[in-house]
């Protein structure tokens, strides 16, 4: 049987057709945050658990300027849109054909427990582009208040229909929409894929543990953007020859 998924309900955890490209990612990652946050530990999956043990004491105003230069450093040197893709390559293609654009910059949560500032409730479409799917990669284990909670279409369509009916309460959407959810554990070697247009969030880590997570976007070359400027965030992953064919002969018409 293929190992193919469907996206019928808006989301999916997936297994990497390949974990050594998320091994070797998650190798350099580690090597950068344990350089950056001067970490003890010597392994990846150990250290990036423990990482709050090292940086409790730290100022928010240092926490947040070593996480800026870990971000910088992995986006400069760790090609994350390149290595997410060939590990989940087969369902990427499977989903958005053969001509991709990839997200520029990668994303990456550090959320150690207790942390205040979880993602809020939200969702990425319309500000991204309802075509384009969320590859979220967790470089730790993650269950529980440590993962993601996700509401599938059906559910955010009745979320929204709750907020329709009810406009000015937010607090009674966010409670609704949040007994709605799933959490599916994510581990390491998986990914949760989702469309923009499904509600979701995290809650303050209670787990004992530093959750470490990156996330990236990838859309069809031919698909709609989104409100904000695509070719500000996103460029050509993949391109097919039909497609790099036909680009040629516009770009030559254009000149004539
Ligand atoms: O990692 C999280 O808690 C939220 C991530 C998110 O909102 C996203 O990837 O679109
Ligand atoms: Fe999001």
Redesign the pocket.
């Known amino acids: 049987m293929s190992n193919l998924i469907s996206l019928e309900k808006g989301f999916a955890v997936v297994d990497a057709d390949e974990r050594s490209y998320l091994e070797n990612l998650r190798k350099e990652i580690f090597g950068l945050t344990r350089d950056i946050f001067k970490l003890p530990d010597s392994e990846p999956e150990a250290g990036l658990n423990n990482f709050h043990q090292t940086t409790q004491g730290m100022s928010l105003g240092e926490l947040n300027k070593l996480r800026i230069e870990l971000i910088q450093r992995i986006t400069a040197e760790c090609n994350v849109r390149e290595v997410v893709f060939k590990a989940f390559e087969k369902n990427l293609r499977h989903l958005l054909g053969p001509d991709i654009l990839a997200q520029k910059g990668t994303?990456l949560?550090l959320?150690p427990p207790g942390d205040p500032n979880?993602?809020e409730l939200?969702r990425?479409a319309p500000a991204n582009s309802p075509y384009e799917l969320?590859v979220?990669v967790p470089m730790v284990n993650c269950y529980g208040t440590k993962a993601?909670y996700i509401l599938d279409v059906d559910n955010t369509e009745k979320a929204f229909a709750h907020l329709d009916a009810n406009p000015s309460d937010w607090d009674g959407f966010e409670k609704f929409a949040k007994s709605l959810s799933v959490t599916p554990p994510v581990t390491f070697g998986q990914a949760l894929i989702?469309y923009?247009g499904c509600l979701?969030?995290?809650e303050i880590n209670g787990e004992n543990e530093t959750?470490v997570?990156l996330?990236i976007?990838y859309k069809n070359l031919f698909s709609p953007s989104g409100l904000k400027n695509q070719l500000q965030f996103f460029s050509p992953l993949r391109i097919s020859d039909v497609a790099r064919l036909g680009s040629l002969l516009e770009a030559r018409e254009l000149q004539r």
């Open positions: 994303n949560v959320q979880p993602s939200h990425d969320v979220w993601m989702f923009t979701h969030g995290s959750r997570s996330n976007r």
